[in-house]
């Protein structure tokens, strides 16, 4: 097809659309580069998850595909000692500040963190590092929505779907590690004017944001 560009991606010849993020170039192509927070629509992706690093021929250090181009000719890794490495230490930190009780998670076999253990061989437990349990509050006051923070993996996904689709109450509050998806002043879901549409629990990816039935 015209204006295409090729690259290699793990000794596979792909195409993609100029300007195209890599790590969609690859996802369309069946090959699974993990990710958390970005989204196809987002045109500056925050990389905040750092979980879709990969190494590209030339280039000194690992970059996330999420932000990096495809380029004509570009020959890319996405599996290597130092790749696991970095992936492993970025996953076992999102799972340090995630409630892990699968068994009773909404989520459960839907989980992008399960399958991000699936596809790489990795852990569902904590460690190298110290667990930080949250103990937030859940709230239950929306009719359509069911929000447990500290299930929350801080993508974002819930925030862009609810200014795209819904009221746009969700907001990223605080820094560090007290961090956290909240509505303005902390208030309840209801309080804070939820519309019920049910497009964050949609976009959630570890059952943080859930739909009622």
């Known amino acids: 097809m015209s204006g295409e560009v090729t690259l290699t991606i793990d000794g596979r010849r792909i195409t993609a659309r100029p300007g ?3 790590l969609w170039a690859a996802l369309d192509n069946g090959i699974y580069i993990p990710h958390l927070c970005a989204g196809r629509e987002d045109e500056h992706p925050d990389a905040a998850c750092r979980l879709c690093f990969v190494e590209i021929e ?3 250090r690992p970059v996330t595909a999420c932000t990096e181009p495809v380029a004509a000719g570009m020959v890319v890794r996405t599996r290597s000692e130092r790749l696991d490495r970095l992936v492993g230490t970025a996953f076992e930190l ?3 500040n995630h409630r892990l009780d699968c068994g009773r998670c909404p989520a459960n076999r839907s989980c992008a963190l399960q399958e991000i253990a699936r596809q790489r061989g990795f852990k569902l437990k904590v460690t190298r590092l110290r667990v930080l349990e949250k103990n937030l509050p859940v709230d239950d006051s929306s009719p359509a929505v069911l929000y ?3 299930r929350c993996v801080l993508c974002g996904r819930c925030v862009r779907a609810c200014r ?3 009221g ?3 907001g990223f509050a605080h820094r560090g590690f007290q961090r956290r998806v909240t509505t303005f002043g902390g208030a309840s ?3 804070a004017g939820c519309s019920g549409c049910g497009a964050c629990a949609a ?4 059952g943080a944001l859930t739909a009622k039935k």
Not at 203 to 206: E, R
């Open 189 to 191: 879901l209801a309080d």
């Open 168 to 170: 746009g109450v969700l």
């Open 20 to 22: 195209e993020k890599l």
């Open 58 to 60: 030339g280039v000194p």
């Open 94 to 96: 999102l799972l340090a």
């Open 148 to 150: 447990d923070p500290n």
């Open 203 to 206: 976009a959630c990816p570890v």
């Open 164 to 166: 795209q689709s819904g």
